[in-house]
């Protein structure tokens, strides 16, 4: 019988990151057929675990699927489960999951809209995070200042920030922007997603920074046809293709149970309090689409 690393099985189940699960294990938070398991602790089927004092479900941990959401994430909001400030959260808007939480793939700025990636598998969130998978982000950015191409060769060949070098993998200039313009739009890719990187890399050329939108994250694009506030459940074959890029096996998306269904339905219903209401779209066939000029 296959056996596990204990963060492992619990991040991919949805309790939390690997990182803060190894936390956990080092405090003692969890313990494995009544003891307390130390970092390393390998888990099978039939082993029971307990995590802060409740057991786990063995269902949850070795009967997994994988659900990822793709969020159209509006200025305005933060990506904190809980803001101190009272500010909205993306978790605000999401469905309600009967097992497991969603857990987010980074982070956008309060500032920058845009795609954010949710799962309910927390190894898939770390890996897609991890530098060393070597996913890139792409996003569609309007620069304001005097954009020369040799400022733009320096972002390529790389820059000193002050938590150390970055570079933009690409610099695509839009199609539709106007070079003869102090307000340019670009298409950007970097490999890494550190706090307020691609703002700031623009900003080490004397360059500013006024709209910001994360419009690709590894093979998933934003679709075209989602909207600010709303998001779209990817099918399996987007899972798939998602789970491959950080070598991890297919498992597969569940099916929507009828009380699921049924609260979604009621959710809908109701009269939203803004006019960004919240939809849901299940595994859409439509291919996304690069944001045409009009999105900006």
């Not at 490999?191 to 050329?205: A, I, K, P, T």
Request: proline fraction near 6%.
């Amino acid at each position: 019988m296959v056996s596990e690393r204990l963060q492992k099985v619990l991040a991919r189940a949805g309790y939390g990151s690997r990182r803060a699960l190894e936390v956990a294990i080092a405090e003692g938070q969890v313990s494995v057929n009544g003891v307390i398991a130390v970092l390393g602790t390998k888990i099978e089927k039939g082993d029971e675990v307990v995590f802060n004092g409740k057991p786990v479900p063995i269902e949850k941990l070795f009967g997994q699927t994988r659900l990822v959401l793709a969020y159209h994430k509006p200025e305005g909001e933060v990506c904190t489960r809980n803001d101190p400030e009272g500010r909205p959260t993306i978790f605000d808007r999401l469905p309600k999951l009967s097992k497991g939480r969603w857990i987010a793939v980074g982070r956008l700025d309060i500032n920058t809209s845009g795609l954010i990636l949710l799962t309910t598998d927390g190894e898939l969130s770390n890996r897609l995070m991890h530098p060393s998978s070597g996913v890139d982000r792409e996003y569609m950015v309007r620069v304001h200042g005097n954009v020369t191409e040799e400022r733009l060769a320096r972002l390529v060949e790389g820059v000193m920030l002050e938590d150390g070098p970055a570079r933009f993998t690409d610099i695509v200039q839009h199609p539709e922007s106007d070079r003869d313009r102090l307000n340019q739009w670009f298409y950007v890719a970097l490999m890494e997603g550190r706090n307020r990187e691609v703002r700031r890399l623009w900003e080490s050329q004397g360059l500013r920074v006024n709209r910001l939108k994360r419009v690709r994250y590894g093979c998933i694009f934003l679709p075209s046809f989602l909207k600010r506030g709303h998001f779209v459940e990817l099918g399996q074959k987007e899972v798939d293709d998602l789970s491959n890029l950080v070598e991890l096996p297919s498992l597969p998306v569940p099916k929507m149970t009828p009380q699921e269904l049924k609260a979604i339905k009621r959710r809908l219903s109701k009269k939203p309090v803004s006019r960004n209401s919240t939809l849901i779209v299940r595994g859409s066939a439509k291919s996304p689409k690069r944001p045409s000029g009009h999105e900006r």
